[in-house]
């Protein structure tokens, strides 16, 4: 065992043996999550299994979104899967009956612009769509859509599609924009949307196609700690008057 999976393994025994110390090393004692066993058995198998690319507060985010999106209508999705660690986290959020739609190459990142920092194609290609069945198995409504994004979303039935939680990490320009593309549209009111990377200068491509796609519309991007960016859908301020 090489010194990186010794320490995930360390750390994911702390998490499940100790919850309560490891969240006082964090200074977290007081959070909510003190008292979400269910979050900290998934961030345990995902400290373990070393390969979520989510740090601490992102997965935390994921969990309490895709929580909140549970019991609402509509289907759920991510587009930027890798090996099916996040996936993993929203699978377990996820009510049985509700689809989750999972898109990626699993194998590795599409063409690169010169715009898109440091990603090279092919990157994240250490996956396989086997692979990540097979870690999902236990979860009901699973639906995978090997190959190119925006193609593998041109089906009849997933254009019919409405969507209540949507998670993008594709870390490109043109993935995240023809993500936007896709799914704004199919969002419900009141929708979330959350994309990773929105933040991070290292991944240009992500906040240029936010800031692009939203220019003249009505909805704002709320940054969150570390890298997210979360959109909520509007609804028509007309169709729901208050008061
Ligand atoms: C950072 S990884 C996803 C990590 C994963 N969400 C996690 O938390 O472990 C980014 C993924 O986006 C995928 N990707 C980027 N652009 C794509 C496109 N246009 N079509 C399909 N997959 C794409 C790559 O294949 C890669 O697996």
Known sequence: MNFRRLRHYLLARLVERRPSLYLRLKGLAHHALAADPDFLRIHARLVRAGDCVQRL?????????ARAAAGQPGAWAEAGVYRGGSAELIAAAKPPATPLHLF???GGMPAVAAG????????????SVAAVRARLAGSAAVEFHPGFFPDTAATPALRAT??????LDLDLYQSTLAGLEFFYPRLLPGGVLIS??????????????????LRGRPE???????TQGLLVRLGDPAASPVG
Do not use: C, I, M
């Not at 898109?116 to 996956?127: E, N």
């Open 57 to 65: 507060p992102e997965r935390y985010h994921l969990w309490a979104l």
């Open 162 to 167: 409405s969507f209540q939680f949507v998670h």
């Open 220 to 226: 704002r991007v709320t940054p969150l700690w570390l």
């Open 116 to 127: 898109d920092g440091a990603f090279r194609p092919g990157d994240f290609a250490d996956t």
């Open 104 to 106: 990626d190459t699993f």
């Open 196 to 213: 990773h990377d929105y933040g991070d200068a290292t991944v240009p491509g992500v906040k240029g196609a936010f800031d692009n796609f």
